[in-house]
């Protein structure tokens, strides 16, 4: 068996240091762990997105970016209806809206999160959900009300559980 | 020289007029039922607003439309009936179903402001929709048949036969 030439041999084992140096990941002291706010107590602030957005002709719908699932609206079990008298929300959907919300943009609700949920009109959500940005659904949500304080206080890992529940109220006019 | 410019223009100002997710959302609902013509009568229970919503192929233009049934789980026409729409600033319009169940608000005759809410009238009955309608115009978008994740099944008056 004939040996490889020595600058061979050489030149291989470089190309393989370097692979490796420039495959590897980031150290840990390197790493940013992410920070998204709080899962514990996120159904009320759940269960107002699906109420002030997640009907079945807005976020209650495959296809969108932001896709929440409630009882009154998508719902993820086939076996599931909208709307079922004496239904609730379940706890895997509660997950789902949950990454929704969190996956919409990482990278700044880290960052408003690490804040204590300074500055909350960084995220596209807020921004859509007030109306300050194009959004076909409207101003939702109104800064300073309810449901805004619910929202606002998922950022800052404090849910005001209240604010949240009273914010999925949308009250409705009589009929005639 | 000029002449092609022109003509790549004219091409492309005409391939820009097409939508193919709109057209594909027309052909999806396939051809009309044998021996209903098209006209008020047509097409109950179908997003009336897939052809009646501005973009065509169909006229005239509805604002909202949709179709009622008798009760849920069965295709009985809710003739005769009403539909009341009120939102958020009291304003309300009522509509009346035609023998085939459908009801239509005729462009601009619409006059409320999302989110609304509706309910269903007749004979004395009256059942109310517990989310109001954020943004569809045809019932269609949301109550279309069968029910499922996604679909709360027909608009209907009963909830039992």
New interface residues.
């Given amino acids: 068996m004939n040996r490889l030439p020595r600058w061979t041999a050489s030149f291989a084992a470089i190309a393989l240091g370097v692979a490796a140096w420039r495959c590897s990941g980031p150290s840990d002291a390197q790493r940013t762990p992410f920070t998204p706010p709080p899962r514990a107590g996120f159904e009320p602030v759940s269960d107002m997105l699906q109420?002030r957005c997640g009907?079945?002709?807005?976020h209650?719908?495959?296809a969108r970016n932001l896709r929440l699932y409630g009882v009154?609206?998508?719902?993820?079990?086939?076996s599931?209806?909208?709307?079922t008298e004496g239904d609730t929300t379940t706890p895997a959907e509660h997950d789902r809206d949950y990454a929704a919300a969190v996956a919409l943009e990482p990278e700044i609700i880290d960052q408003v999160v690490r804040e204590g949920g300074n500055d909350p009109g960084r995220l596209t959500l807020l921004r859509k959900a007030r109306g300050t940005e194009a959004h076909?659904?409207?101003a939702?949500i109104a800064a300073g009300s309810d449901a805004d304080r619910c929202l606002t206080s998922w950022l800052a890992s404090a849910v005001d559980a209240g604010a949240c529940s009273r914010g999925a109220e949308?009250?409705?006019?009589?009929?005639? | 020289m000029k002449r092609l410019g022109l003509t790549t223009l004219a091409a492309g100002l005409l391939i820009g007029c097409f939508d193919p997710a709109h057209d594909d959302r027309v052909d999806a609902l396939g051809p009309e039922a044998p021996g209903v013509p098209q006209g008020p009568l047509h097409r109950p229970g179908q997003p009336c607003t897939v052809c009646h919503g501005g973009e065509g192929p169909g006229s005239p233009t509805f604002d909202l439309a949709g179709t009622a049934f008798e009760s849920k789980g069965q295709l009985t026409p809710l003739a005769g009936g009403t539909i009341?729409l009120?939102?958020?600033?009291?304003r309300?319009l009522?509509l009346g179903t035609n023998e085939a169940g459908n009801f239509w608000a005729s462009e601009s005759e619409l006059g409320l402001s999302?989110?609304f809410?509706a309910?269903v009238e007749h004979g004395g009955e009256?059942i109310?929709m517990?989310?109001?309608?954020?943004?569809?115009r045809s019932c269609a978008?949301?109550h279309a048949d069968p029910?499922?994740?996604?679909?709360?099944?027909h608009v209907y008056l009963k909830a039992t036969p």
């Fill in positions: 109420a009907s079945l002709d807005c209650g719908q495959v009154n609206g998508l719902r993820l079990l086939p599931d209806l909208p709307g076909v659904g409207g939702v949308i009250a409705r006019p009589a009929f005639p | 009341l009120v939102d958020s600033q009291g309300s009522a999302f989110p809410w309910a009256r109310e517990k989310t109001p309608i954020f943004r569809a978008d949301c029910a499922g994740p996604s679909s709360a099944g």
